[in-house]
């Protein structure tokens, strides 16, 4: 199984400036790599695969890096909507697709 | 537009087991595979397994082996998820997702609550 790591585990960050989050596998998943957001009482929602392709309605501040077994998720400029948990998931190893275990993004 | 539309809550006894529905609408049902999901209160996103809904074929989490049965009705676009031989370890959210190797859309979620 392929082990997703994510740093931090909880990221302070205040309104409009720039955050980012990393995510490490434990081994290469090229760039099958996909980002998502999940508020309180809602659904996961995607916003990143193929490691940088923006999901549809996805907002130009969110952009993805990364290949291999290093991926990052950038929030250029916070908003107040952007305060959410975070996980990344890998789809390279079918069908054994694996989360990172989340980062919490709060308000400074 | 593309929707997943899972069934309610549901409370059960330790022991007992639940079945958990997932309607899919907006696309062509027998074109993606579909996951389903589970998150513990206050914990992370867990697979559990995926459906073909094209075949029927099913692939299992190791740890779901036995105690866990997905199946499909291609002529009401639903996949439904048995989970047997409930715990209390087994309360959680439990969500479909549509795949394309990343997960969208998604369910909006079942909670399922073990308790005596």
């Known amino acids: 199984e392929i082990v997703m790591t994510q740093s931090p585990a909880t990221l302070s960050v205040s309104p409009g400036e720039r955050a980012t989050l990393s995510c490490r596998a434990s081994?290469?998943?090229?760039?099958?790599l996909a980002w998502y957001q999940q508020k309180p009482g809602q659904a996961p929602r995607l916003l990143i695969h193929?490691?940088?392709t923006r999901a549809t309605g996805i907002p130009a501040r969110f952009s993805g890096s990364g290949s291999g077994t290093e991926f990052t998720l950038t929030i250029s400029s916070l908003q107040s909507e952007d305060f959410a948990v975070y996980y990344c998931?890998?789809?390279?190893?079918?069908?054994?697709?694996?989360f990172g275990q989340g980062t919490k993004l709060e308000i400074k | 537009q593309v929707q997943l539309v899972q069934s309610g809550a549901e409370v059960r006894k330790p022991g007992a087991s639940v079945k958990v529905s997932c309607k899919a609408s907006g696309y062509i049902f027998t074109s993606y595979f579909m996951y389903w999901v589970r998150q513990a209160p206050g914990q992370g996103l867990e697979w559990m397994g995926v459906i073909n809904p094209s075949s029927g074929t099913t692939t299992y989490a190791p740890k779901f082996q036995g105690r866990l049965t997905m199946t499909r009705d291609t002529s009401t676009s639903t996949v439904y998820m048995e989970l047997r031989g409930l715990r209390s370890e087994d309360t959680a959210m439990y969500y479909c997702a549509r795949t394309n190797g990343w997960f969208d859309p998604w369910g909006q979620g079942t909670l399922v609550t073990v308790s005596s």
């Open positions: 081994q290469s998943v090229s760039r099958t």
């Open positions: 193929g490691a940088s």
């Open positions: 998931q890998q789809y390279n190893n079918w069908p054994f697709y694996t």
